[in-house]
């Protein structure tokens, strides 16, 4: 299932991104890999701020997941200021989101008595 892909842009595009997030909800990372490509170019063909921020803010749950922790922080941040630019209101919710995952699966560093 390509939504978006076959069609273009525009309201099917939208499905393409949700189906992103059901390919990672249900472990089909590979899949979601090879298709994300796709939906990031719907996204930006869009010129839509919001889908630019939802599709920077999957891109930072895909890093997260691969382990690439300080690449996922910088992406949120990232995916923060767009979703300002943009007025969306989600922005700073699913930024703090991101921030205690990341921060759940970081290293927790060693303090040493002085």
Do not use: C
Not at 15 to 37: C, I, K, P, Y
Not at 53 to 60: E, H, K, P, T
Not at 62 to 72: K, W
């Amino acid at each position: 299932m390509n939504l978006g892909v076959d069609v273009g842009t525009g309201p099917v595009s939208v499905e393409a991104m949700w189906h992103s997030v059901d390919l990672m909800e249900v472990g089909e990372v590979e899949r979601w890999d090879q298709e994300f490509a796709a939906t990031e170019a719907a996204a930006r063909s869009m010129r839509q701020p919001y889908f630019i921020w939802f599709v920077q803010v999957l891109r930072g749950a895909r890093t997260l997941l691969a382990g690439r922790i300080e690449e996922a922080e910088k992406i949120a941040q990232e995916a923060l200021e767009v979703g300002r630019q943009a007025q969306n209101q989600n922005a700073v919710q699913l930024y703090g989101a991101a921030i205690a995952a990341i921060r759940r699966v970081r290293p927790r560093r060693r303090w040493n008595a002085l």
